[in-house]
DNA sequence: GTTCTTCAGTACCGAACGGTACAGAAACCC
DNA sequence: GGGTTTCTGTACCGTTCGGTACTGAAGAAC
């Protein structure tokens, strides 16, 4: 069936696309609801017919950033190896959150970390979101381990906590502000943990 | 000379430290006046007269905190070797983000990430908060280098990023709730990149 | 062309925000 | 005890918050 009635005005996944960027800039509570139909540059009554809500917007737009913003890690899994999986990830990782054409550091990180006031459930949303994303890489690893490109008593899990751990810690020094190498620079030592890594895993 | 004047009713060092827990839990634009002054048990006019407004609140808060629930930084600074550093500070950082009667997660990270609206500098202030820390520990890890006890061509300052972007990830992750252990686990895998690891850093 | 549905825009809602004026009370100095 | 100084508490300031009626206009179906 057709759509009745008078056809929407702008592109929704395009106002999406600067919804995202001014949550990724601004967080959850920074972000006015002016602040975000600026940017999108429909009315705020649009918005509301189009989203529902300021957190469904948020809920919406932290979809899309995972889809688009962060189609890297899902290509990084489809590295040869374990090794080569973490390596692609933490320095495409890198390169994602010091892009000098989006805001510095990672929406899933800064959009909201406190669960106070009245944004409990978005810092609850944003932590199940990054969670998914280290299970994903989780049970590659697990895969890695089974395929023997990982030695057989590594733990996947807590090995795919610590990658996920040192790119939200790059997150952290991004959002404040540090350079690219530096953080590339940060990951070429992270990487010297991970077994496979040239002749420094002898233990494990 | 001594006070004139009504002294003040309240212990102003015991007003701040509650202050901290609010701002710990809730952000700095979450935590409003009246959580604040809720919390601290003392009157809105009260606080204005004490500490200025709330930013400054803020910054003292932050310095408590540096002093107080960081300790163990400082501690971890006198241990007699680079890698003992290291060490000792990861994990006590871990059981200080993972406190039962605390907070999870760290003050100076959740406090506030993103730049947008009111708070851009907040952001820059625990930016700048953190970067101390990270430094003092640069400077550690230096002597550490000139004392012989790690190798010659080591960059403290890159490793000294090194650790405090493993410190932040697993802030990120204490504040989405994390077992404590998990986060142990994780500093285990962290050291390994340390050079002094044992027999793990063969390379470098 | 008529009707009906959905859009866009203005103007507004109550609530909460950070911050302050003002009045009263309490403790010091003399 | 008088005078001064500083604290405490209430009540309020203007602004901004997220969210919503309500008015027109625009387009599709018939």
Not at 139 to 147: T, Y
């Amino acid at each position: 069936m057709a759509e009745r009635g008078r056809p929407r005005g702008f592109d929704a996944d395009a106002a999406l696309d600067r919804a995202v960027e001014v949550f990724w800039r601004q967080g959850y509570e920074g972000a006015s609801l002016s602040d975000l139909t600026d940017a999108m540059g429909i009315n705020r009554t649009s918005m509301y017919a189009a989203y529902g809500n300021k957190e469904e917007l948020f809920r919406r737009a932290v979809n899309r950033y995972a889809e688009a913003d962060m189609a890297y890690a899902r290509e990084a899994l489809t590295r040869p190896t374990g090794y080569a999986v973490i390596a692609a990830f933490l320095h495409a990782n890198v390169d994602a959150i010091t892009r000098a054409d989006r805001p510095a550091g990672c929406l899933s990180v800064q959009g909201g970390l406190a669960d106070g006031g009245d944004n409990g459930r978005v810092a609850e949303f944003l932590a199940a979101s990054r969670l998914t994303g280290e299970q994903a890489l989780a049970d590659r690893l697990s895969r890695a381990v089974a395929e023997g490109d990982l030695p057989a008593d590594t733990d996947p899990v807590a090995l795919a906590r610590y990658v996920m751990v040192v790119s939200e810690g790059n997150a952290v020094h991004a959002a404040a502000g540090a350079e690219r190498a530096a953080l590339h620079a940060t990951v070429d030592i992270a990487l010297r943990a991970v077994p496979g890594h040239a002749a420094a895993d002898a233990d494990a």
